[in-house]
């Protein structure tokens, strides 16, 4: 087979680059150029993160509801269409990932977060069990009618059209939003932009509706009028709302907290759970409820926590939540629901900020404050529509004013016609001889001969009557702001019919005046065990007393001293550098005698490494802010002082206390610590005495504790032997400790 030879000779490679373009280079203040672009990005970041204070959207979710509408065709009643496909259309306008916008329509789908969902979706959107939803290309989705009362007027340019991202398009600037739409379904699922975030939380569209209508028609409204309407949120999960006072700092100042509180009841000696609070999932609120009874020792009154809920899992069935926690025997249910509010997310905070874009920019508002911009911007689309509308009908009326003329004459105007040669010449010739407009011409020569009949020509008559009548009544409302106000309350009003039924009604959010106070104390559900706490230098543990005394002596390390108590009582640890770590003996871990105690330098954060356990003494927790034990401490430097146990302690209702240490010295001298350490019966503080003497030599001083008065957990103590030369400290000679005191613990 014959092949081809291959040339030796190389073909150089050419430069394909035809065309070369200069670099500029300028010089300027890097900070001025840090600014100016942050600026930029930050102007872009809120509105895809802030809503908009006129239609209460971020621009994706508006994006999303626009091109469902225009370029999907769907409408409330329309046939459902894949959300992946109503994705692809949105990127037209949102070229920021399908993912994303996926999401976003799924999200604004589900009423457990909304009041009004703008999308209604077929299949899994997720329920209140997690946040779980299916992809796009598995479930379907379409407007619903409240999306369709945000978009009405859209075509008679209520609003704004700007380009979009490519100039290939336009897409409005807002939606025209019929009901104020951003308290109604508040901000679920807020996004961060450059330091700012907006949390609202929803709120009943009749009772805010009505409360725009009332600004609007009463400018001058007060706040108390306008709470008389919004007495307060309105959450699609019911719930208890707790705090009329941070309500009213929210709807003053636009920012402020209240409490969330799902409704539950005592069933057969086991609690039932039949809400979730707003914006928690109902795996959240079962992992939270584990938690609360873990971390708080009450095991041995919880036998069981289950999730009966049902429904939820399509449109056609509604969710039926339903979490028991099923109680032991003579468990006090009560009791266990105080701890649930107070601990787990059977009851939450709402910290709400209502920030939303005005002029383009991040604004806290308060709620007469957002009512009357929406009122402001409600009236300028219907401003908008009323002029559009007007344009329209004189557009018809000059037609038709053309054509009642031309039937008059519609013999001579035949005869015209029938003598020009095409369309745009009978027109012409027409226009010419009878003096129509070119518009009349236009319209007469595509008339069809029929509609000039004696019947058509008193239709004619009536539409001309009508329309002049709906110009003189748009005129008189363009005409005066007066009328505009009445139209705008007209159109509120119409929305607040069209929606009446959807006022609250019982089993919906129940506004109540004040906080409850919860006080629980975890110690009083403990059952009483006997117990054997052993207190080694940097650490506590606890075990039976039989497993102690049968294993004592081979137990490793150093101990500090073992004591038996219950799981009722609670034990002070003190440390040479003058500080108590408390702990309730019910919440130090029973482990083996064969593992070392769980250091505490790791857990307490102002334990220092270089300190140490010297010492411990329990007492009963009924009793905790008054022990009725006292603490003498005598430090390094001659330090003396003494202070009632109780007041070194942090309050045992903290969950801080495990973690953190508190004085019980107070040594304000560098380098000191506690060279002797005296717990006694506060009434016995008067009869200890002691010697102190200096290392270096010289006489020794007697301290009678009658003469020192009692301080704080923060008192310095008083100084009773000064050192005179460097490197002395002071050593204590003689005492009566054993005689009086329940530890002691001398260096």
């Given at each position: 087979?014959?092949?081809?030879?291959?040339?030796?000779?190389?073909?150089?490679?050419?430069?394909?680059?035809?065309?070369?373009?200069?670099?500029?280079?300028?010089?300027?203040?890097?900070?001025?150029?840090?600014?100016?672009?942050?600026?930029?990005?930050?102007?872009?970041?809120?509105?895809?993160?802030?809503?908009?204070?006129?239609?209460?959207?971020?621009?994706?979710?508006?994006?999303?509801?626009?091109?469902?509408?225009?370029?999907?065709h769907?409408?409330?009643?329309?046939?459902?269409?894949?959300?992946?496909?109503?994705?692809?259309?949105?990127?037209?306008?949102?070229?920021?990932?399908?993912?994303?916008?996926?999401?976003?329509?799924?999200?604004?789908?589900?009423?457990?977060?909304?009041?009004?969902?703008?999308?209604?979706?077929?299949?899994?959107?997720?329920?209140?069990?997690?946040?779980?939803?299916?992809d796009?290309?598995?479930?379907?989705?379409?407007?619903?009618?409240?999306?369709?009362?945000?978009?009405?007027?859209?075509?008679?340019?209520?609003?704004?059209?700007?380009?979009?991202?490519?100039?290939?398009?336009?897409?409005?600037?807002?939606?025209?939003?019929?009901?104020?739409?951003?308290?109604?379904?508040?901000?679920?699922?807020?996004?961060?932009a450059?330091?700012?975030?907006?949390?609202?939380?929803?709120h009943?569209?009749?009772?805010?509706?009505?409360?725009?209508?009332?600004?609007?028609?009463?400018?001058?409204?007060?706040?108390?009028?306008?709470?008389?309407?919004?007495?307060?949120?309105?959450?699609?999960?019911?719930?208890?709302?707790?705090?009329?006072d941070?309500?009213?700092?929210?709807?003053?100042?636009?920012?402020g907290?209240?409490?969330?509180?799902?409704?539950?009841?005592?069933?057969?000696?086991?609690i039932?759970?039949?809400?979730?609070?707003?914006?928690?999932?109902?795996?959240?609120?079962?992992d939270?409820?584990?938690?609360?009874?873990?971390?708080?020792?009450?095991?041995?009154?919880?036998?069981?926590?289950?999730?009966?809920?049902?429904?939820?899992?399509?449109?056609?069935?509604?969710?039926?939540?339903?979490?028991?926690?099923?109680?032991?025997?003579?468990?006090?249910?009560?009791?266990?629901?105080?701890?649930?509010?107070?601990?787990?997310?059977?009851?939450?905070?709402?910290?709400?900020?209502?920030?939303?874009?005005?002029?383009?920019?991040p604004?806290?508002?308060?709620?007469?404050?957002?009512?009357?911009?929406?009122?402001?911007?409600?009236?300028?689309?219907?401003?908008?529509?009323?002029?559009?509308?007007?344009?329209?009908?004189?557009?018809?009326?000059?037609?038709?004013?053309?054509?009642?003329?031309?039937?008059?004459?519609?013999?001579?105007?035949?005869?015209?016609?029938?003598?020009?040669?095409?369309?745009?010449?009978?027109?012409?010739?027409?226009?010419?001889?009878?003096?129509?407009?070119?518009?009349?011409?236009?319209?007469?020569?595509?008339?069809?001969?029929?509609?000039?009949?004696?019947?058509?020509?008193?239709?004619?008559?009536?539409?001309?009557?009508?329309?002049?009548?709906?110009?003189?009544?748009?005129?008189?409302?363009?005409?005066?702001?007066?009328?505009?106000?009445?139209?705008?309350?007209?159109?509120?009003?119409?929305?607040?019919?069209?929606?009446?039924?959807?006022?609250?009604?019982?089993?919906?959010?129940?506004?109540?005046d004040?906080?409850?106070?919860?006080?629980?104390?975890?110690?009083?559900?403990?059952?009483?065990?006997?117990?054997?706490?052993v207190?080694?230098?940097?650490?506590?543990?606890?075990?039976?007393?039989?497993?102690?005394?049968?294993?004592?002596?081979?137990?490793?390390?150093?101990?500090?001293?073992?004591?038996?108590?219950?799981?009722?009582?609670?034990?002070?640890?003190?440390?040479?550098?003058?500080?108590?770590?408390?702990?309730?003996v019910?919440?130090?871990?029973?482990?083996?005698?064969k593992?070392?105690?769980?250091?505490?330098?790791?857990?307490?954060?102002t334990?220092?490494?270089?300190?140490?356990?010297?010492?411990?003494?329990?007492?009963?927790?009924?009793?905790?802010?008054?022990?009725?034990?006292?603490?003498?401490?005598?430090?390094?430097?001659?330090?003396?002082?003494?202070?009632?146990?109780?007041?070194?302690?942090?309050?045992?209702?903290?969950?801080?206390?495990?973690?953190?240490?508190?004085?019980?010295?107070?040594?304000?001298?560098?380098?000191?610590?506690?060279?002797?350490?005296?717990?006694?019966?506060?009434?016995?503080?008067?009869?200890?005495?002691?010697?102190?003497?200096?290392?270096?030599?010289?006489?020794?001083?007697?301290?009678?504790?009658?003469?020192?008065?009692?301080?704080?957990?923060?008192?310095?103590?008083?100084?009773?032997?000064?050192?005179?030369?460097?490197?002395?400290?002071?050593?204590?000679?003689?005492?009566?400790?054993?005689?009086?005191?329940?530890m002691?613990?001398?260096?």
């Amino acid at each position: 087979m014959a092949t081809r030879k291959k040339s030796s000779k190389k073909t150089p490679l050419k430069d394909s680059i035809t065309e070369y373009h200069s670099e500029e280079f300028s010089h300027e203040d890097i900070a001025e150029n840090m600014t100016r672009n942050m600026i930029q990005y930050a102007r872009q970041s809120f509105t895809r993160a802030i809503p908009d204070v006129r239609d209460g959207l971020i621009e994706v979710r508006r994006r999303i509801i626009y091109s469902m509408y225009h370029d999907a065709h769907l409408s409330s009643t329309s046939k459902h269409m894949k959300v992946a496909k109503t994705a692809g259309l949105a990127l037209g306008y949102h070229p920021h990932g399908d993912s994303s916008i996926s999401e976003a329509t799924t999200t604004m789908s589900q009423p457990w977060n909304l009041n009004a969902p703008l999308v209604d979706i077929e299949g899994n959107k997720g329920s209140t069990l997690d946040r779980e939803f299916a992809d796009g290309r598995y479930i379907e989705g379409r407007l619903t009618v409240y999306s369709e009362s945000m978009l009405g007027g859209i075509k008679d340019d209520a609003v704004r059209m700007i380009p979009n991202f490519d100039n290939t398009a336009v897409e409005p600037e807002v939606l025209p939003a019929s009901f104020p739409q951003l308290l109604v379904n508040g901000n679920p699922r807020p996004k961060m932009a450059v330091g700012y975030s907006s949390m609202i939380a929803p709120h009943n569209i009749v009772e805010i509706t009505k409360a725009a209508e009332l600004v609007n028609r009463k400018p001058e409204a007060t706040l108390s009028e306008i709470m008389r309407m919004v007495p307060g949120p309105f959450l699609p999960t019911g719930n208890i709302v707790m705090g009329r006072d941070g309500i009213k700092d929210i709807y003053s100042t636009g920012v402020g907290s209240f409490v969330i509180r799902a409704r539950s009841h005592q069933e057969d000696g086991s609690i039932v759970i039949t809400e979730v609070p707003f914006g928690v999932t109902r795996n959240e609120l079962i992992d939270s409820i584990v938690k609360c009874v873990t971390d708080n020792n009450i095991e041995h009154l919880v036998k069981d926590i289950y999730d009966e809920s049902s429904g939820g899992e399509d449109d056609s069935s509604d969710e039926d939540v339903r979490i028991v926690v099923e109680l032991e025997k003579n468990a006090p249910a009560d009791m266990v629901l105080k701890f649930l509010h107070k601990k787990s997310n059977l009851q939450i905070n709402f910290s709400a900020r209502h920030i939303a874009l005005v002029n383009g920019m991040p604004t806290t508002v308060n709620l007469k404050e957002y009512l009357q911009h929406f009122v402001d911007f409600r009236t300028e689309t219907i401003r908008r529509m009323l002029e559009e509308e007007q344009r329209i009908k004189k557009e018809r009326q000059h037609i038709v004013e053309g054509f009642i003329r031309m039937i008059d004459i519609a013999d001579d105007v035949i005869a015209e016609i029938r003598r020009s040669q095409g369309r745009a010449d009978a027109a012409a010739a027409i226009e010419k001889k009878f003096g129509f407009t070119d518009r009349q011409s236009l319209a007469i020569v595509s008339l069809q001969l029929y509609r000039i009949s004696a019947q058509d020509l008193r239709q004619l008559k009536e539409e001309l009557s009508q329309l002049n009548d709906r110009l003189d009544v748009i005129g008189t409302i363009l005409g005066s702001d007066e009328e505009l106000r009445k139209e705008v309350s007209k159109d509120l009003k119409a929305t607040i019919k069209k929606f009446s039924k959807e006022k609250r009604a019982d089993g919906d959010t129940e506004i109540v005046d004040k906080v409850e106070t919860i006080n629980v104390d975890a110690g009083s559900m403990v059952p009483t065990q006997e117990t054997m706490v052993v207190v080694k230098p940097y650490g506590v543990q606890r075990m039976s007393q039989t497993v102690w005394d049968n294993n004592h002596e081979s137990y490793p390390g150093i101990v500090i001293g073992d004591y038996s108590t219950d799981t009722k009582h609670g034990i002070a640890l003190f440390t040479r550098g003058g500080k108590v770590i408390q702990r309730r003996v019910s919440d130090i871990d029973n482990s083996s005698i064969k593992n070392e105690p769980e250091d505490i330098r790791r857990t307490t954060s102002t334990f220092e490494s270089g300190d140490e356990i010297i010492g411990a003494v329990t007492f009963p927790m009924d009793n905790a802010e008054d022990t009725g034990l006292s603490v003498i401490t005598v430090t390094h430097q001659g330090q003396v002082k003494v202070s009632q146990l109780s007041k070194s302690f942090l309050a045992f209702t903290q969950k801080g206390y495990m973690t953190r240490t508190k004085p019980y010295c107070g040594m304000k001298i560098k380098d000191d610590y506690a060279i002797a350490c005296v717990v006694v019966p506060t009434e016995k503080v008067k009869d200890v005495n002691f010697s102190l003497k200096r290392r270096s030599g010289g006489r020794v001083t007697k301290v009678d504790m009658s003469t020192i008065n009692e301080q704080g957990a923060t008192g310095g103590g008083v100084s009773k032997l000064k050192m005179t030369k460097e490197g002395d400290y002071a050593t204590i000679t003689r005492h009566n400790f054993d005689s009086v005191a329940t530890m002691v613990y001398i260096a």
